[in-house]
Structures are given as structure tokens and as C-alpha cells.
């Protein structure tokens, strides 16, 4: 997958830095030609661009990326005419960095979507989302073991926990499905966990996995 980054900071250089460790395309953008050099060996591809200017903004491959991360942090002004002329451009999926309720506010205004907290979500879980489409959210719980909650895959929907036997063939414990609740006839206005799973816990579509194990199986349950 290809992704660019906008904003080389603390937060922005750990997401680029690890998605390019995950075997993905990543450039990474920066108005500091120091950050762009320092960073050159880690990151896919680094330039040294005002990410406010149009014209130089226009010539990256903004429609061959999977998505634009706004990372920029110290400057909410240059963050939010950034996040704009990338809206502006097209860009098919826009993640931006949120570090104030004003912003937020205006982020909302944007109709953007997707936005991380720094604060609450760190580089490696936002890089463990993009990197699998399918995972909600993840947290590392030690070096070896993390919980991720993830999509059911579609090969599994339908069947129950002991079915899906994902402990024998993957070395995975479910630890709970988070279900949809309609209210009022809508969907996706509120989610809860169902209770701790058992063997005979059917797998519907829609329902989000709670799993526990080590990371790179978690990852081999999900991609098979």
C-alpha cells in the first residue's frame, strides 16, 4: 500500500517510520529540510515541501496513495490548509491529526471523516489500522502479545467460535464480539460487547472480533 504523511514531527515520523518497517510505500513530507534529511534512511521517500502550497502539493501522486495522514501538530493553521487544499484536490481518504476542539470542529465542517489523537491513539496503532483494512482498532498489551479488534473475515461469517477453531489454526483466543444496536431504525448509533465468547458464539457480518494473541498471527487469521 502507498500512503503520504505530512508532517515529520514526534507523532508523524513514528506512523512514517512504521509503515515503511510494514513493507509499505510511504513518502513523508516536511517544510524542515533538517527532518527530511535526518529521516531519508527510515522512510520510503522524504521531501521538503510548503504543504500549504497548491502547485507543489498537486504534483505528489495524491490519487496512486491509499491515504494522506495530516500529522502536522505545532502549526493548527498549516494543518488545517493543508487538511483544505487536500480536500480540494480529491483526495479519496484523509486522516487528520486533531490536537485542539476547535479543530476537531473545523475538521467536522470539512466532512473529514477519519482523525487520530495523537495523545490517545498512538503511531503504532494507526499504523496497524492502515496497514490492515479489516482492523477497527489495537493494543499492544507486551512485546509479544497485543488485542485487536477486527472485522469478521467473510470465510467465517456464519460460523461459531468452535467452527472457526481460531486456537488450533492460528494460535488466536476471541475474546468478545462487539455487535451493532439499531435504535430508532438507524444503524452504527451504538456498539457493545456481547459478553465473553463461547464455542457456540455464531459469527454474524457486521460483528467486530475482539482477539488476543501474537500480533503476526493475528495478522495470518485476518489476511488468509
Do not use: G
Given at each position: 500500500m502507498k500512503f503520504i504523511v505530512f508532517g515529520l514531527g514526534h507523532f508523524g515520523e513514528a506512523l512514517a517510520v512504521r509503515l515503511t518497517e510494514m513493507g509499505h510505500e510511504v513518502i513523508g513530507v516536511d517544510n524542515?529540510?533538517?527532518k527530511v534529511e535526518q529521516l531519508k534512511d527510515g522512510i520510503t521517500h522524504t521531501i521538503c515541501m510548503n504543504s500549504t502550497d497548491r502547485d507543489a502539493v498537486s504534483s505528489l501522486p495524491l490519487k496512486d496513495v491509499d491515504a494522506v495522514i495530516v500529522a502536522i501538530g505545532e502549526d493548527e493553521s498549516a494543518s488545517l490548509?493543508?487538511?483544505?487544499?487536500?480536500k480540494q484536490l480529491n483526495v479519496k481518504r484523509i486522516i487528520g491529526r486533531v490536537v485542539s476542539d476547535l479543530q476537531k470542529t473545523v475538521l467536522?465542517?470539512?466532512a473529514i471523516q477519519e482523525y487520530v489523537l495523537p495523545e490517545e491513539e498512538s503511531a503504532e496503532r494507526l499504523a496497524m489500522r492502515l496497514d490492515l483494512e479489516e482492523v477497527v482498532d489495537s493494543f499492544?498489551?507486551?512485546e509479544k502479545y497485543s488485542i485487536v479488534e477486527a472485522k469478521v473475515p467473510k470465510r467465517y461469517i456464519g460460523k461459531t467460535v468452535e467452527k472457526a477453531d481460531f486456537i488450533n489454526s492460528y494460535k488466536v483466543l476471541v475474546l468478545t464480539l462487539i455487535k451493532e444496536n439499531m435504535i430508532d431504525g438507524n444503524k452504527n448509533l451504538s456498539?457493545?460487547?456481547s459478553g465473553i465468547a463461547t464455542a457456540q458464539t455464531v459469527l454474524e457480518e457486521n460483528d467486530i472480533l475482539v482477539l488476543f494473541g501474537e500480533l503476526i498471527?493475528?495478522?495470518s487469521l485476518i489476511k488468509d
Open positions: 524542515s529540510m533538517k490548509l493543508t487538511t483544505a487544499l487536500l467536522d465542517a470539512m499492544k498489551i507486551s456498539k457493545e460487547a498471527n493475528i495478522r
